[in-house]
């Protein structure tokens, strides 16, 4: 998942190319292909428009056409994506190179309801984990995978993130569900739901969820970007991640998955493939955090922070897991000694474990969390009702 390299500007001119082959970029203005052959999509005509491709002016979208994404669609640079609420956004089940790519300096626009949400889903009659990419929006905002003014690039797409900005704004996204999602390119190159690249707190980010996907449900490469009302269930990998420097703000989360998935939460200070050449390590905050596992012999740990990490946890209730915490690596252990990473108010129930230390860092369970017994977590009922899937 963290494998990144650094962008060098040669790299710029051909950053929007759609294939890895030696063939000359295609430059595409508008590659929608209309058909009008009575679809049964989201819009109330009969109209089909398939969506992929570079696009280099604004594309919003009509709720009266049934849109199909074919295959990467890249919004380039002064560009945006405007969707309006209630649309549902077919992909086709071809796996990785199906994706939506916000790039930097490019905007989405995609603000639902919690009665009228925006979906990105599969179009297969039977759809599954991993039938497409996923949403990808990039920024320039700060990342440790990258020093000064100098970016990196994403896993998949192989598009610039990062940067001086902490402020950057990519847009707003409000009531958006991403649905069977996490086609894989490589072991090393996979989707998630959302894939948030050194996004600034300009962006608006609240009521997302990231459903059934293969990989990671909500990524975080670096950034600033604050979210909250955010729900993961049923991703394969890790339910929500953080990497290479992100130091936003979480509030209001919910995380459910089964004994076959992974962690609820993996939580780096750094890419190890990289370093740290940004000279700061991720330390999010994390606000009304509910993990919900399918037992403690069955589910075997809900949150791991690793490499470096540092963080504030604040009111967590944490159900059904053989170990709560698992914290590895000496700097993760160093971050606890110095109260940089705690937890403040947690509610342990069915859990075996409640913190493993493996970091080599002589510290109590006292020193990592306080107020045991104290979480209640987020109220998922009221917010999560009506617009996600269960």
């Known amino acids: 998942m963290k494998k990144q390299l650094i962008l060098g500007l040669a790299l710029a001119v051909s950053m929007f190319s759609c294939t890895t082959d030696d063939t000359s ?3 595409i203005n508008d590659n929608s292909v209309t058909n009008n052959n009575n679809g049964n999509g989201n819009g109330n005509g009969n109209q089909n428009v398939t969506l992929q491709g570079n696009y280099f002016t604004d594309l919003t979208l009509d709720p009266s056409i049934n849109y199909t994404l074919g295959g990467p669609l890249v919004m380039t640079s ?9 649309m549902t956004i077919r992909a086709n089940a ?3 190179q199906v994706y939506i790519a916000i790039a930097q300096g ?5 603000n639902g309801s919690a009665t009228c949400p925006i979906v990105l889903t599969s179009n297969a009659a039977v759809p599954a984990a991993g039938d497409w990419g996923g949403l990808i929006i990039l920024g320039k905002a700060p990342i440790n995978s990258a020093s000064g003014t100098a970016t990196a690039t994403s896993e998949i797409g192989n598009l610039p993130y990062g940067g001086p900005d902490a402020g950057d704004n990519s847009g707003s996204l409000s009531y958006v569900r991403v649905e ?13 739901g959302f894939s948030f690249y050194g996004v600034g707190n300009g962006t608006n980010v609240d009521h997302i969820q990231a459903y059934e996907g293969k990989d990671d449900g909500i990524e975080f490469f670096g950034g600033t970007v604050n979210a909250s009302f955010v729900s993961s269930i049923n991703s394969q990998d890790d339910s929500v991640d953080w990497t290479e420097g992100f130091t936003g703000t979480l509030t209001d989360v919910y995380i459910k998955n089964r004994a076959s998935d992974d962690k609820a939460i993996e939580g780096d200070g750094l890419n190890n493939d990289v370093g740290n050449l940004g000279g700061f390590l991720s330390n999010p905050t994390i606000v009304n955090l509910t993990i919900v596992g ?6 075997p740990e809900a949150v791991r922070l690793r490499v470096g990490t540092k963080g504030s946890f604040t009111n967590v209730s944490i159900t059904g897991y053989g170990e709560g915490f698992d914290l590895d690596d000496s700097q993760t252990g160093v971050n606890v000694v110095n109260d940089e990473l705690q937890v403040t108010d947690v509610t342990f129930t069915d859990v075996l474990v409640k913190v493993k230390n493996d ?3 002589v510290f109590t369970d006292a020193d990592f969390y306080t107020g045991e017994g104290n979480g209640t977590g987020t109220d998922y009922a009221t917010w999560g009702a009506g617009w996600t899937a269960q």
């Open 359 to 361: 970091t080599g860092s």
């Open 94 to 96: 071809n796996g990785a």
């Open 294 to 299: 399918e037992g403690s012999t069955n589910s």
């Open 78 to 86: 002064g560009t945006t994506l405007t969707i309006p609420e209630c």
């Open 180 to 192: 069977y999602s996490g086609g894989a390119a490589s072991s090393a190159s996979e989707n998630n």
């Open 106 to 110: 490019a905007k989405i626009i995609a």
């Open 25 to 27: 970029d295609i430059v």
